[in-house]
């Protein structure tokens, strides 16, 4: 089963830090690039981040500098890596996979929760 | 780099048709075609429904059409059915491998 599942997210204080995972399934995970998206609570959509199939790393202003996205291909897995959080981080984060023609998220996991409270 | 714009809610009928809008500037919707329409319903993940501003995934009912016209994309639900109420997100590239998603509509069907 073509599929992305996402997993990391738990409560954590503000100035910490938080790994987030996504697995892939059923797809040649190499050749896709891949992205996070955030939803805060009540609010619409971010995109966070994004790696392409040769490792280059995008970041939105909101998070550039404290965020790092990374990939293991061997491993079909990546991951956001998340340090000096803020109270506005907390949002449901979404892993997602940039369709081959790189114009749209055509995969998407099902959200993984981060809290960031003290 | 503000969000897209997006009504915040529209309500339809069963049967019924309603638009749902989309606005950006000319370094985002008005520059690209690469815009693109997600249905969310709670707790689950994200759909892609509409593509390249107006084409549709495999499965993905005909009755979703999306156009655009200058700096503002729309996407049409035409035939309105109670599982169409969700969220609708419509996102756009906005040039140097970023990306922007609209606040969101919420659709209500009565």
């Known amino acids: 089963e073509v599929q992305l599942v996402d997993s990391g997210g738990s409560l954590i204080q503000p100035g910490g830090s938080l790994r987030l995972s996504c697995a892939a399934s059923g797809f040649t995970f190499s050749t896709y690039d891949m992205h996070w998206v955030r939803q805060p609570t009540g609010k619409g959509l971010e995109w966070v981040s994004g790696i392409d199939t040769a490792g280059d790393t995008y970041y939105s202003g909101s998070v550039k500098g404290r965020f790092t996205i990374s990939r293991e291909n061997a491993k079909d897995s990546f991951f956001l890596q998340m340090n000096s959080l803020r109270a506005e981080d907390t949002a449901v984060y979404f892993c997602?996979?940039?369709?081959?023609?790189?114009?749209?998220?055509?995969?998407w996991g099902q959200g993984t929760t981060v809290t960031v409270s003290s | 780099q503000s969000a897209l714009t997006q009504p915040a809610s529209v309500s339809g009928s069963p049967g019924q048709s309603i638009t749902i809008s989309c606005t950006g500037t000319s370094s985002d919707v008005g520059g690209y075609t690469y815009v693109s329409w997600y249905q969310l319903h709670p707790g689950s993940a994200p759909k892609l429904i509409i593509y390249d501003v107006h084409k549709r995934p495999s499965g993905v009912s005909n009755r979703f059409s999306g156009s655009k016209l200058g700096n503002t994309a729309s996407l049409t639900i035409s035939g309105l059915q109670a599982e169409d109420e969700a969220e609708y997100y419509c996102c756009s590239y906005a040039g140097s491998s970023l990306w922007m998603f609209g606040g969101g509509t919420e659709l209500t069907v009565l």
């Open positions: 997602a996979r940039m369709s081959n023609w790189l114009d749209s998220f055509d995969l």
